[in-house]
């Protein structure tokens, strides 16, 4: 089981960059893809991106690609979420992932969850 913490959450404006990261602790870690999914007020869950073990493979979703940059640090077992042109549509609670399984882009394959972090872009 592996243990996640977000942090890096807050108020920016439209345009402005963030960078949210994912403390983790477990065993798994270094062998686990990891992901970035964010909820906002009365929507579902989304993906936005994630990460192979090795750091290697990543993906996107397409309303990030291009602004948002997924990496991992498996000395410090740590992610990081490095959000660019942020608008007010980015805003929403933000939640690390973890899989079972070295690479994933599939919400249901994402089994450990943190806490979340929120990020409010304002217009």
């Known amino acids: 089981q592996v243990q996640l913490v977000e942090s890096g959450g807050g108020l920016v404006q439209a345009g402005d960059s963030l960078r949210l990261s994912c403390a983790a602790s477990?065993?798994?870690?270094?062998?686990?893809?990891m992901g970035w999914f964010r909820q906002a007020p009365g929507k579902e869950r989304e993906f936005v991106g994630s990460?192979?073990?090795?750091?290697?493979?990543?993906y996107y979703a397409d309303s990030v690609k291009g602004r948002f940059t997924i990496s991992r640090d498996s000395a410090k077992n740590t992610m990081y979420l490095q959000m660019t042109s942020l608008k007010s549509e980015d805003t929403a609670v933000y939640y690390c992932?973890?899989?079972?399984?070295?690479?994933?882009?599939?919400?249901?394959?994402?089994?450990?969850w943190g806490q979340g972090t929120q990020v409010t872009v304002s217009s």
């Open positions: 990460i192979s073990w090795s750091g290697t493979v990543t």
């Open positions: 992932a973890a899989a079972r399984i070295p690479v994933s882009n599939r919400m249901a394959d994402f089994r450990s």
């Open positions: 477990g065993r798994t870690f270094s062998t686990a893809a």
